[in-house]
C-alpha cells in the first residue's frame, strides 16, 4: 500500500500577521505579547474589568512555559534517540525558588518579556513580585539539588531530578513580638504554572502487611508481599531550562493519592466512610515537608514520604527502560542514581526487591546492577543528623525491606569477617542495623554498602567523613571515597540576583562568564583600576539601597546604605553560632555605651533564617536578635553608628535581594560542624569578604581568594577535638575575660527584654555551663577579628580591591564546576546537544 499521502497544513495566521507557532513559541516580543493576551484570555479567562496582576504573571508564566514546553520534547526525544545514560538525582527536596525570572535568563528573552509586558501596560520587576516560591526543601541541601539541576541542564546533560510534590512547603516565618510564627506555605493556593500533571503517569506504592513464601513455576522458592495499604504516587513534571542550549531537563516530582480500586472495592465493600478515610490516609504522605534541617525526626511519616518517593521513581525509570526495549540487566548502564544524603537510600532496598521480587533476577546479578547504580553524597557529620529507624517502625511499614536488609547485612558482614578476621567490634561498628539500645536500621551504612561511590561535599568535610562517621566503610572500600565540593548556580545567584555586578561584567568580559566562571579570574587585573573600583563601589552601594528599601518594607527598620553591611543569613542553628555574633554585637554596643568617643566603623548587622518548629534553643536566638535589635535601634546613643535587623521568612527570593548587598559574610560555624555551606559562596560572588572559621567550605573560599583577603579566626577542628577531649569548660572562658562575663550577665538581666530575666535564661545558662559548640571558646579571636574587619573598612579602596578579588576568584564553586567532576567520576554521563 502506498503510504498516506502528506497533506501540508499552512499554519494559520493572526490578525497580527503571526502564526500559530510564533504565538507558541516565538521570542521575539509580538510573539510574547500575543502569548500573553492568549492566555490571559483562553487559559485564564476573567474577563478584562477582572483581570489582576497575578493574571499576567499566570499568563506570561504559561507563555515561557510554552517556549520550553518546545524545548523539553526535544530533549526528550533527543535522549532517547542517542540511548543516553540519564542522572537520576533523588531527593527528598528542591528548593527551587521562584521560577519566572530564571527562566526567562535562562531562555535568553528578559528583555523581550519586559518589552511585551510594557505593551500591555505591566511593569516585569512587579509581576515577577507575584510568583509564589516552591520551598519544596529547607536549607543549603534542597538548594543544592536545585543548583545542580540548573547545571545539569545547562552542561546538556540528561537528567531528572526526581522527588516529592509537597502540597505545604517550608513554612512562611513572621515575627511576632521577636519570635517566629510559623504559617503553612499554601504555595499552591493559586495554581501552579510550571507544572505539568501527568495523571496516567503513575506507579502503585505498597505499606505494611506481612510477606508470604512461595514457588514459581520453575521451582524457585519466592516472596510475596501482602501489604495492607496501597497508595498510588502520581508525576507531576516541572521543566528544568538550560542557560543559553536547547537543553530543558525534568524536574519529576510525586503525589500520593488513593487508589480507589483497592480501597474502594476490595476491602471497604459498603463501607464508604471508612473508604474516604483511606482517601486521606494515603493523601497525607505527601502534605507537608518536615521542616526540620538537621537532623531529621525519626517519623513514621516521614520514613512513610522517603519510601514513597524513591519507590516511585524507581519504579518510573524500570518502566522507561521496557518502553526503550533495554533489557534490565542494562539498567546500570542507562540511570546512574544519586542519593541526596540517605534521605533516598531506602532506593538501595527497593531496587533489590523490585529486580529480585518482580523481575526474578538473581540475588548477585541483582545486588551488581545496584551498586553500579547508586551513588551516595553525605551532607553532615553531625551525629544526630544521621539517620536511623527504629526497627518496629520499619518492620510495620516495609516488612519486605527488613527481609531484604538482613540478607544484605548477612552478606556484607561476612565480607567484613572474611577482610578483617577476628574483630567482631568491627562488625558490629559497620552493621547495618544498630544494637546498642533500641535496635534500628542504619541508613548511611546502608547508603554506603549499596553505592559504588561516596563523596563529601567539601574537601574537609570528606577527609572528615573518612576519618569519622565512615571510617570503617573507607578501609573496607577506599576506591568509593571522593570529595566534590559543592558549588552554585551563577546563573540565579550573580546574573539574576545582581544585575548591575551583571551588565559590568559582561561590558568587562563579555557574555559567556555565567557559563565559565574562570573568566572571573580576568577581573583581578581590574581591581588595581580606580575607575573600576569607583563602578562596583556603585554597584553594591544600590545593592544594598535596595535590600534597605525591603527591610524597612518589611521590618520599619532604616538602614543606611552607606554602612558596612554584615549579614549572616542561614538556618538557625546552634552548630552555625548566630549567638557568637549576638555576643559581638553586644560587646560592641557595651563598649559605645561605655566610650561615645569610639571610633568604629558603622555597621549594619542583618540576621535572616528558619528555626525548626520544634528546636527550642534556635527559638529563643531569633527571640535575643530581635531584642538586642529593639533595644540597639532605639538607643539614640549608638543607632547612629549601629543597628540590627532581622529579615522575616529568609527564602529564596529575598536572598537574592540579599547576597549582593553584603558586604561582610558571617560563616562562623564551630570547626568540623557545617560540611560546606553554599550561602558562603553566593556572598563571595557578589564580592562579599568572609568572616570565617576554618569549616566546611570556607576552607577552599580562602585558599581560593587568598589568606589576605579573608578574615579568618577561631579553633581549628584538632583544636575542637583536642579541647573536648580534655574537658571543656566555659565558665573558664568567663572567668578569664571579663568583658565576656559582662556581656551575657548584660544579656541574662532582662536588658534586651524589657526587664524580663527569664527569657534568655536558658540561653545564658547553656553557653555557661555546656556550649557545646564552643561559642565561648571562641568568643574573643572572634572579636578581635571583628576588630580587624572594623579596620580594613576605613580602607575603602583596598576594601573594593579585595571584594572584586572575592569575585573574581569564585570561578571554583559555580555548580557547573562540581557537575562537571559528578558526571566525568561518578555517573559516567556525557552531554547530548538538543537541536530545534
Ligand atoms: C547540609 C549541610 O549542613 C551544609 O553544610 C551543606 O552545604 C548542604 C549541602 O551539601 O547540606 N546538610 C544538611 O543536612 N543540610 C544542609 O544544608 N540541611
Known amino acids: 500500500k502506498p503510504p498516506p499521502k502528506q497533506i501540508k497544513i499552512a499554519p494559520p495566521v493572526t490578525t497580527t500577521g503571526l502564526t500559530d507557532v510564533d504565538v507558541r513559541s516565538g521570542m521575539q516580543v509580538a510573539a510574547l505579547k500575543q502569548a500573553v493576551t492568549d492566555h490571559l484570555r483562553y487559559s485564564i479567562g476573567h474577563p478584562p474589568v477582572a483581570t ?16 520550553m514546553q518546545h524545548r523539553w520534547l526535544n530533549t526528550l526525544q533527543t ?17 527551587m525558588g521562584p521560577h519566572l525570572g530564571n527562566n526567562l535568563l535562562n531562555l535568553g528573552i528578559e528583555q523581550e518579556a519586559r518589552a511585551a509586558l510594557a505593551e500591555l501596560g505591566q511593569d516585569l520587576d512587579i509581576v515577577l513580585e507575584c510568583e509564589e516560591e516552591p520551598g519544596l526543601g529547607n536549607g543549603g ?21 526526581y522527588g516529592i510534590r509537597y502540597e505545604f512547603g517550608i513554612f512562611d516565618q513572621e515575627i511576632h513580638d521577636g519570635w517566629q510564627a510559623e504559617i503553612t506555605d499554601k504555595w499552591l493556593r493559586y495554581g501552579n504554572p510550571w507544572e505539568i500533571a501527568k495523571p496516567e503517569v503513575a506507579h502503585y506504592v505498597n505499606w505494611g502487611g506481612h510477606t508470604e513464601y512461595y514457588r514459581d513455576e520453575a521451582g524457585n522458592d519466592r516472596v510475596r508481599w501482602m501489604p495492607y495499604r496501597v497508595v498510588k504516587g502520581t508525576a507531576y513534571d516541572t521543566p528544568t531550562q538550560g542557560y543559553g542550549v536547547n537543553n530543558c531537563n525534568t524536574l519529576r516530582l510525586w503525589s500520593a493519592e488513593a487508589v480507589e480500586s483497592f480501597d474502594f472495592q476490595a476491602f471497604n465493600t459498603g463501607d464508604y466512610y471508612q473508604a474516604v478515610e483511606d482517601k486521606i490516609i494515603s493523601e497525607t504522605v505527601t502534605k507537608v515537608l518536615y521542616p526540620n534541617d538537621e537532623p531529621q525526626i525519626g517519623k513514621h511519616l516521614r520514613l512513610g514520604q522517603q519510601y514513597f518517593f524513591v519507590s516511585c521513581s524507581l519504579q518510573n525509570m524500570l518502566h522507561i527502560l521496557s518502553l526503550s526495549g533495554v533489557p534490565v540487566e542494562n539498567f546500570a548502564e542507562r540511570y546512574a542514581v544519586q542519593l541526596n544524603d540517605t534521605h533516598p537510600s531506602i532506593g538501595v532496598v527497593e531496587l533489590m526487591r523490585l529486580l529480585v521480587d518482580e523481575r526474578r533476577l538473581d540475588w548477585d546479578k541483582a545486588w551488581a546492577i545496584t551498586v553500579q547504580t547508586f551513588g551516595y ?5 553531625l551525629p544526630e543528623a544521621l539517620e536511623t529507624w527504629p526497627l518496629p517502625m520499619f518492620q510495620a ?3 519486605r525491606h527488613l527481609e531484604i536488609i538482613y540478607e544484605i547485612n548477612r552478606r556484607f558482614l561476612d565480607e567484613v569477617r572474611a577482610r578483617f578476621s577476628g574483630d567482631e567490634a568491627r562488625v558490629a561498628r559497620m552493621s547495618l542495623i544498630g544494637e546498642e539500645g533500641e535496635k534500628c536500621v542504619r541508613m548511611a551504612h546502608l547508603a554506603a554498602v549499596g553505592s559504588h561511590a561516596i563523596n563529601g561535599v567539601a574537601a574537609l568535610h570528606s577527609d572528615l567523613l573518612k576519618a569519622s562517621v565512615l571510617k570503617d566503610f573507607y578501609e573496607m572500600w577506599p576506591e568509593r571515597f571522593s570529595n566534590k565540593t559543592n558549588g552554585v548556580t551563577p546563573r540565579r545567584f550573580l546574573a539574576l540576583a545582581n544585575p548591575g555586578l551583571r551588565a559590568l561584567l559582561n561590558e568587562a568580559l563579555g557574555e559567556q562568564w555565567p557559563v565559565n566562571m574562570e573568566q572571573l579570574h580576568q577581573l583581578e587585573a581590574k581591581a588595581d583600576d580606580a575607575a573600576f573600583r569607583r563602578k562596583w563601589r556603585a554597584i553594591k552601594e544600590a545593592n544594598k539601597k535596595r535590600l534597605a528599601d525591603y527591610i524597612l518594607a518589611h521590618t520599619d ?7 558596612l553591611f554584615d549579614i549572616q543569613v542561614k538556618r538557625i542553628h546552634e552548630y552555625k553560632r548566630q549567638h557568637l555574633n549576638v555576643l559581638h554585637i553586644v560587646t560592641l554596643y557595651r563598649r559605645l555605651k561605655e566610650n561615645p568617643g569610639l571610633n568604629i566603623s558603622p555597621r549594619a548587622f542583618i540576621f535572616g533564617g528558619k528555626a525548626a518548629p520544634g528546636y527550642f534553643m534556635a527559638k529563643r536566638i531569633i527571640k535575643l536578635i530581635n531584642g538586642v535589635a529593639e533595644t540597639i535601634n532605639a538607643d539614640p546613643d549608638v543607632n547612629t553608628r549601629m543597628k540590627v535587623a532581622f529579615v522575616p521568612n529568609f527564602n529564596v527570593q529575598n536572598a537574592q535581594l540579599i547576597y549582593p548587598a553584603a558586604d561582610l559574610s558571617e560563616q562562623i560555624s564551630t570547626a568540623g560542624k557545617e560540611a560546606s555551606g553554599t550561602g558562603n559562596m553566593k556572598f563571595m560572588l557578589n ?8 569549616d566546611g567550605a570556607n576552607v577552599e573560599i580562602r585558599e581560593e581568594v587568598g589568606a589576605e583577603n579573608f578574615f579568618l579566626f577561631g579553633l581549628t577542628t584538632e583544636e575542637v577535638e583536642h579541647i573536648k577531649r580534655e574537658g571543656y569548660h566555659p565558665t573558664d572562658c568567663i572567668a578569664s575575660n571579663s568583658e565576656l562575663r559582662t556581656v551575657l550577665e548584660l544579656i541574662n538581666s532582662g536588658y534586651f527584654s524589657r526587664g524580663d530575666a527569664e527569657v534568655f535564661r536558658s540561653v545564658v545558662n547553656n553557653l555557661t555551663y555546656s556550649d557545646p559548640f564552643l561559642v565561648l571558646a571562641d568568643y574573643a579571636a572572634y572579636v578581635a577579628c571583628q576588630e580587624r574587619v572594623s579596620a580594613a573598612w576605613q580602607d575603602k579602596e583596598n576594601w573594593t580591591r579585595m571584594s572584586i578579588l572575592n569575585t573574581a576568584r569564585s570561578g571554583k ?17 556525557q552531554p547530548a546537544t538538543v537541536k530545534l
Open 52 to 67: 489582576t496582576l497575578h493574571d499576567y504573571y499566570y499568563a506570561l508564566a504559561l507563555a515561557v512555559r510554552d517556549r
Open 79 to 95: 535522549n532517547f534517540d542517542l540511548k543516553r545514560k540519564i542522572v537520576c538525582y533523588l531527593s527528598a527536596e528542591f528548593l
Open 141 to 161: 541541601l534542597g538548594r543544592l539539588a536545585a543548583c545542580y539541576l540548573d547545571s545539569l541542564a545547562t552542561l546538556q546533560r540528561p537528567a531528572v531530578g
Open 377 to 381: 553524597t553525605n551532607h553532615t557529620l
Open 397 to 399: 511499614l516495609l516488612p
Open 557 to 563: 527598620i532604616e538602614l543606611d546604605p552607606t554602612w
Open 687 to 694: 564580592g562579599a569578604l568572609t568572616i570565617g572559621t576554618l
Open 813 to 829: 564553586f559555580s555548580s557547573d564546576r562540581a557537575i562537571r567532576e559528578y558526571c566525568d567520576e561518578i555517573w559516567n554521563v
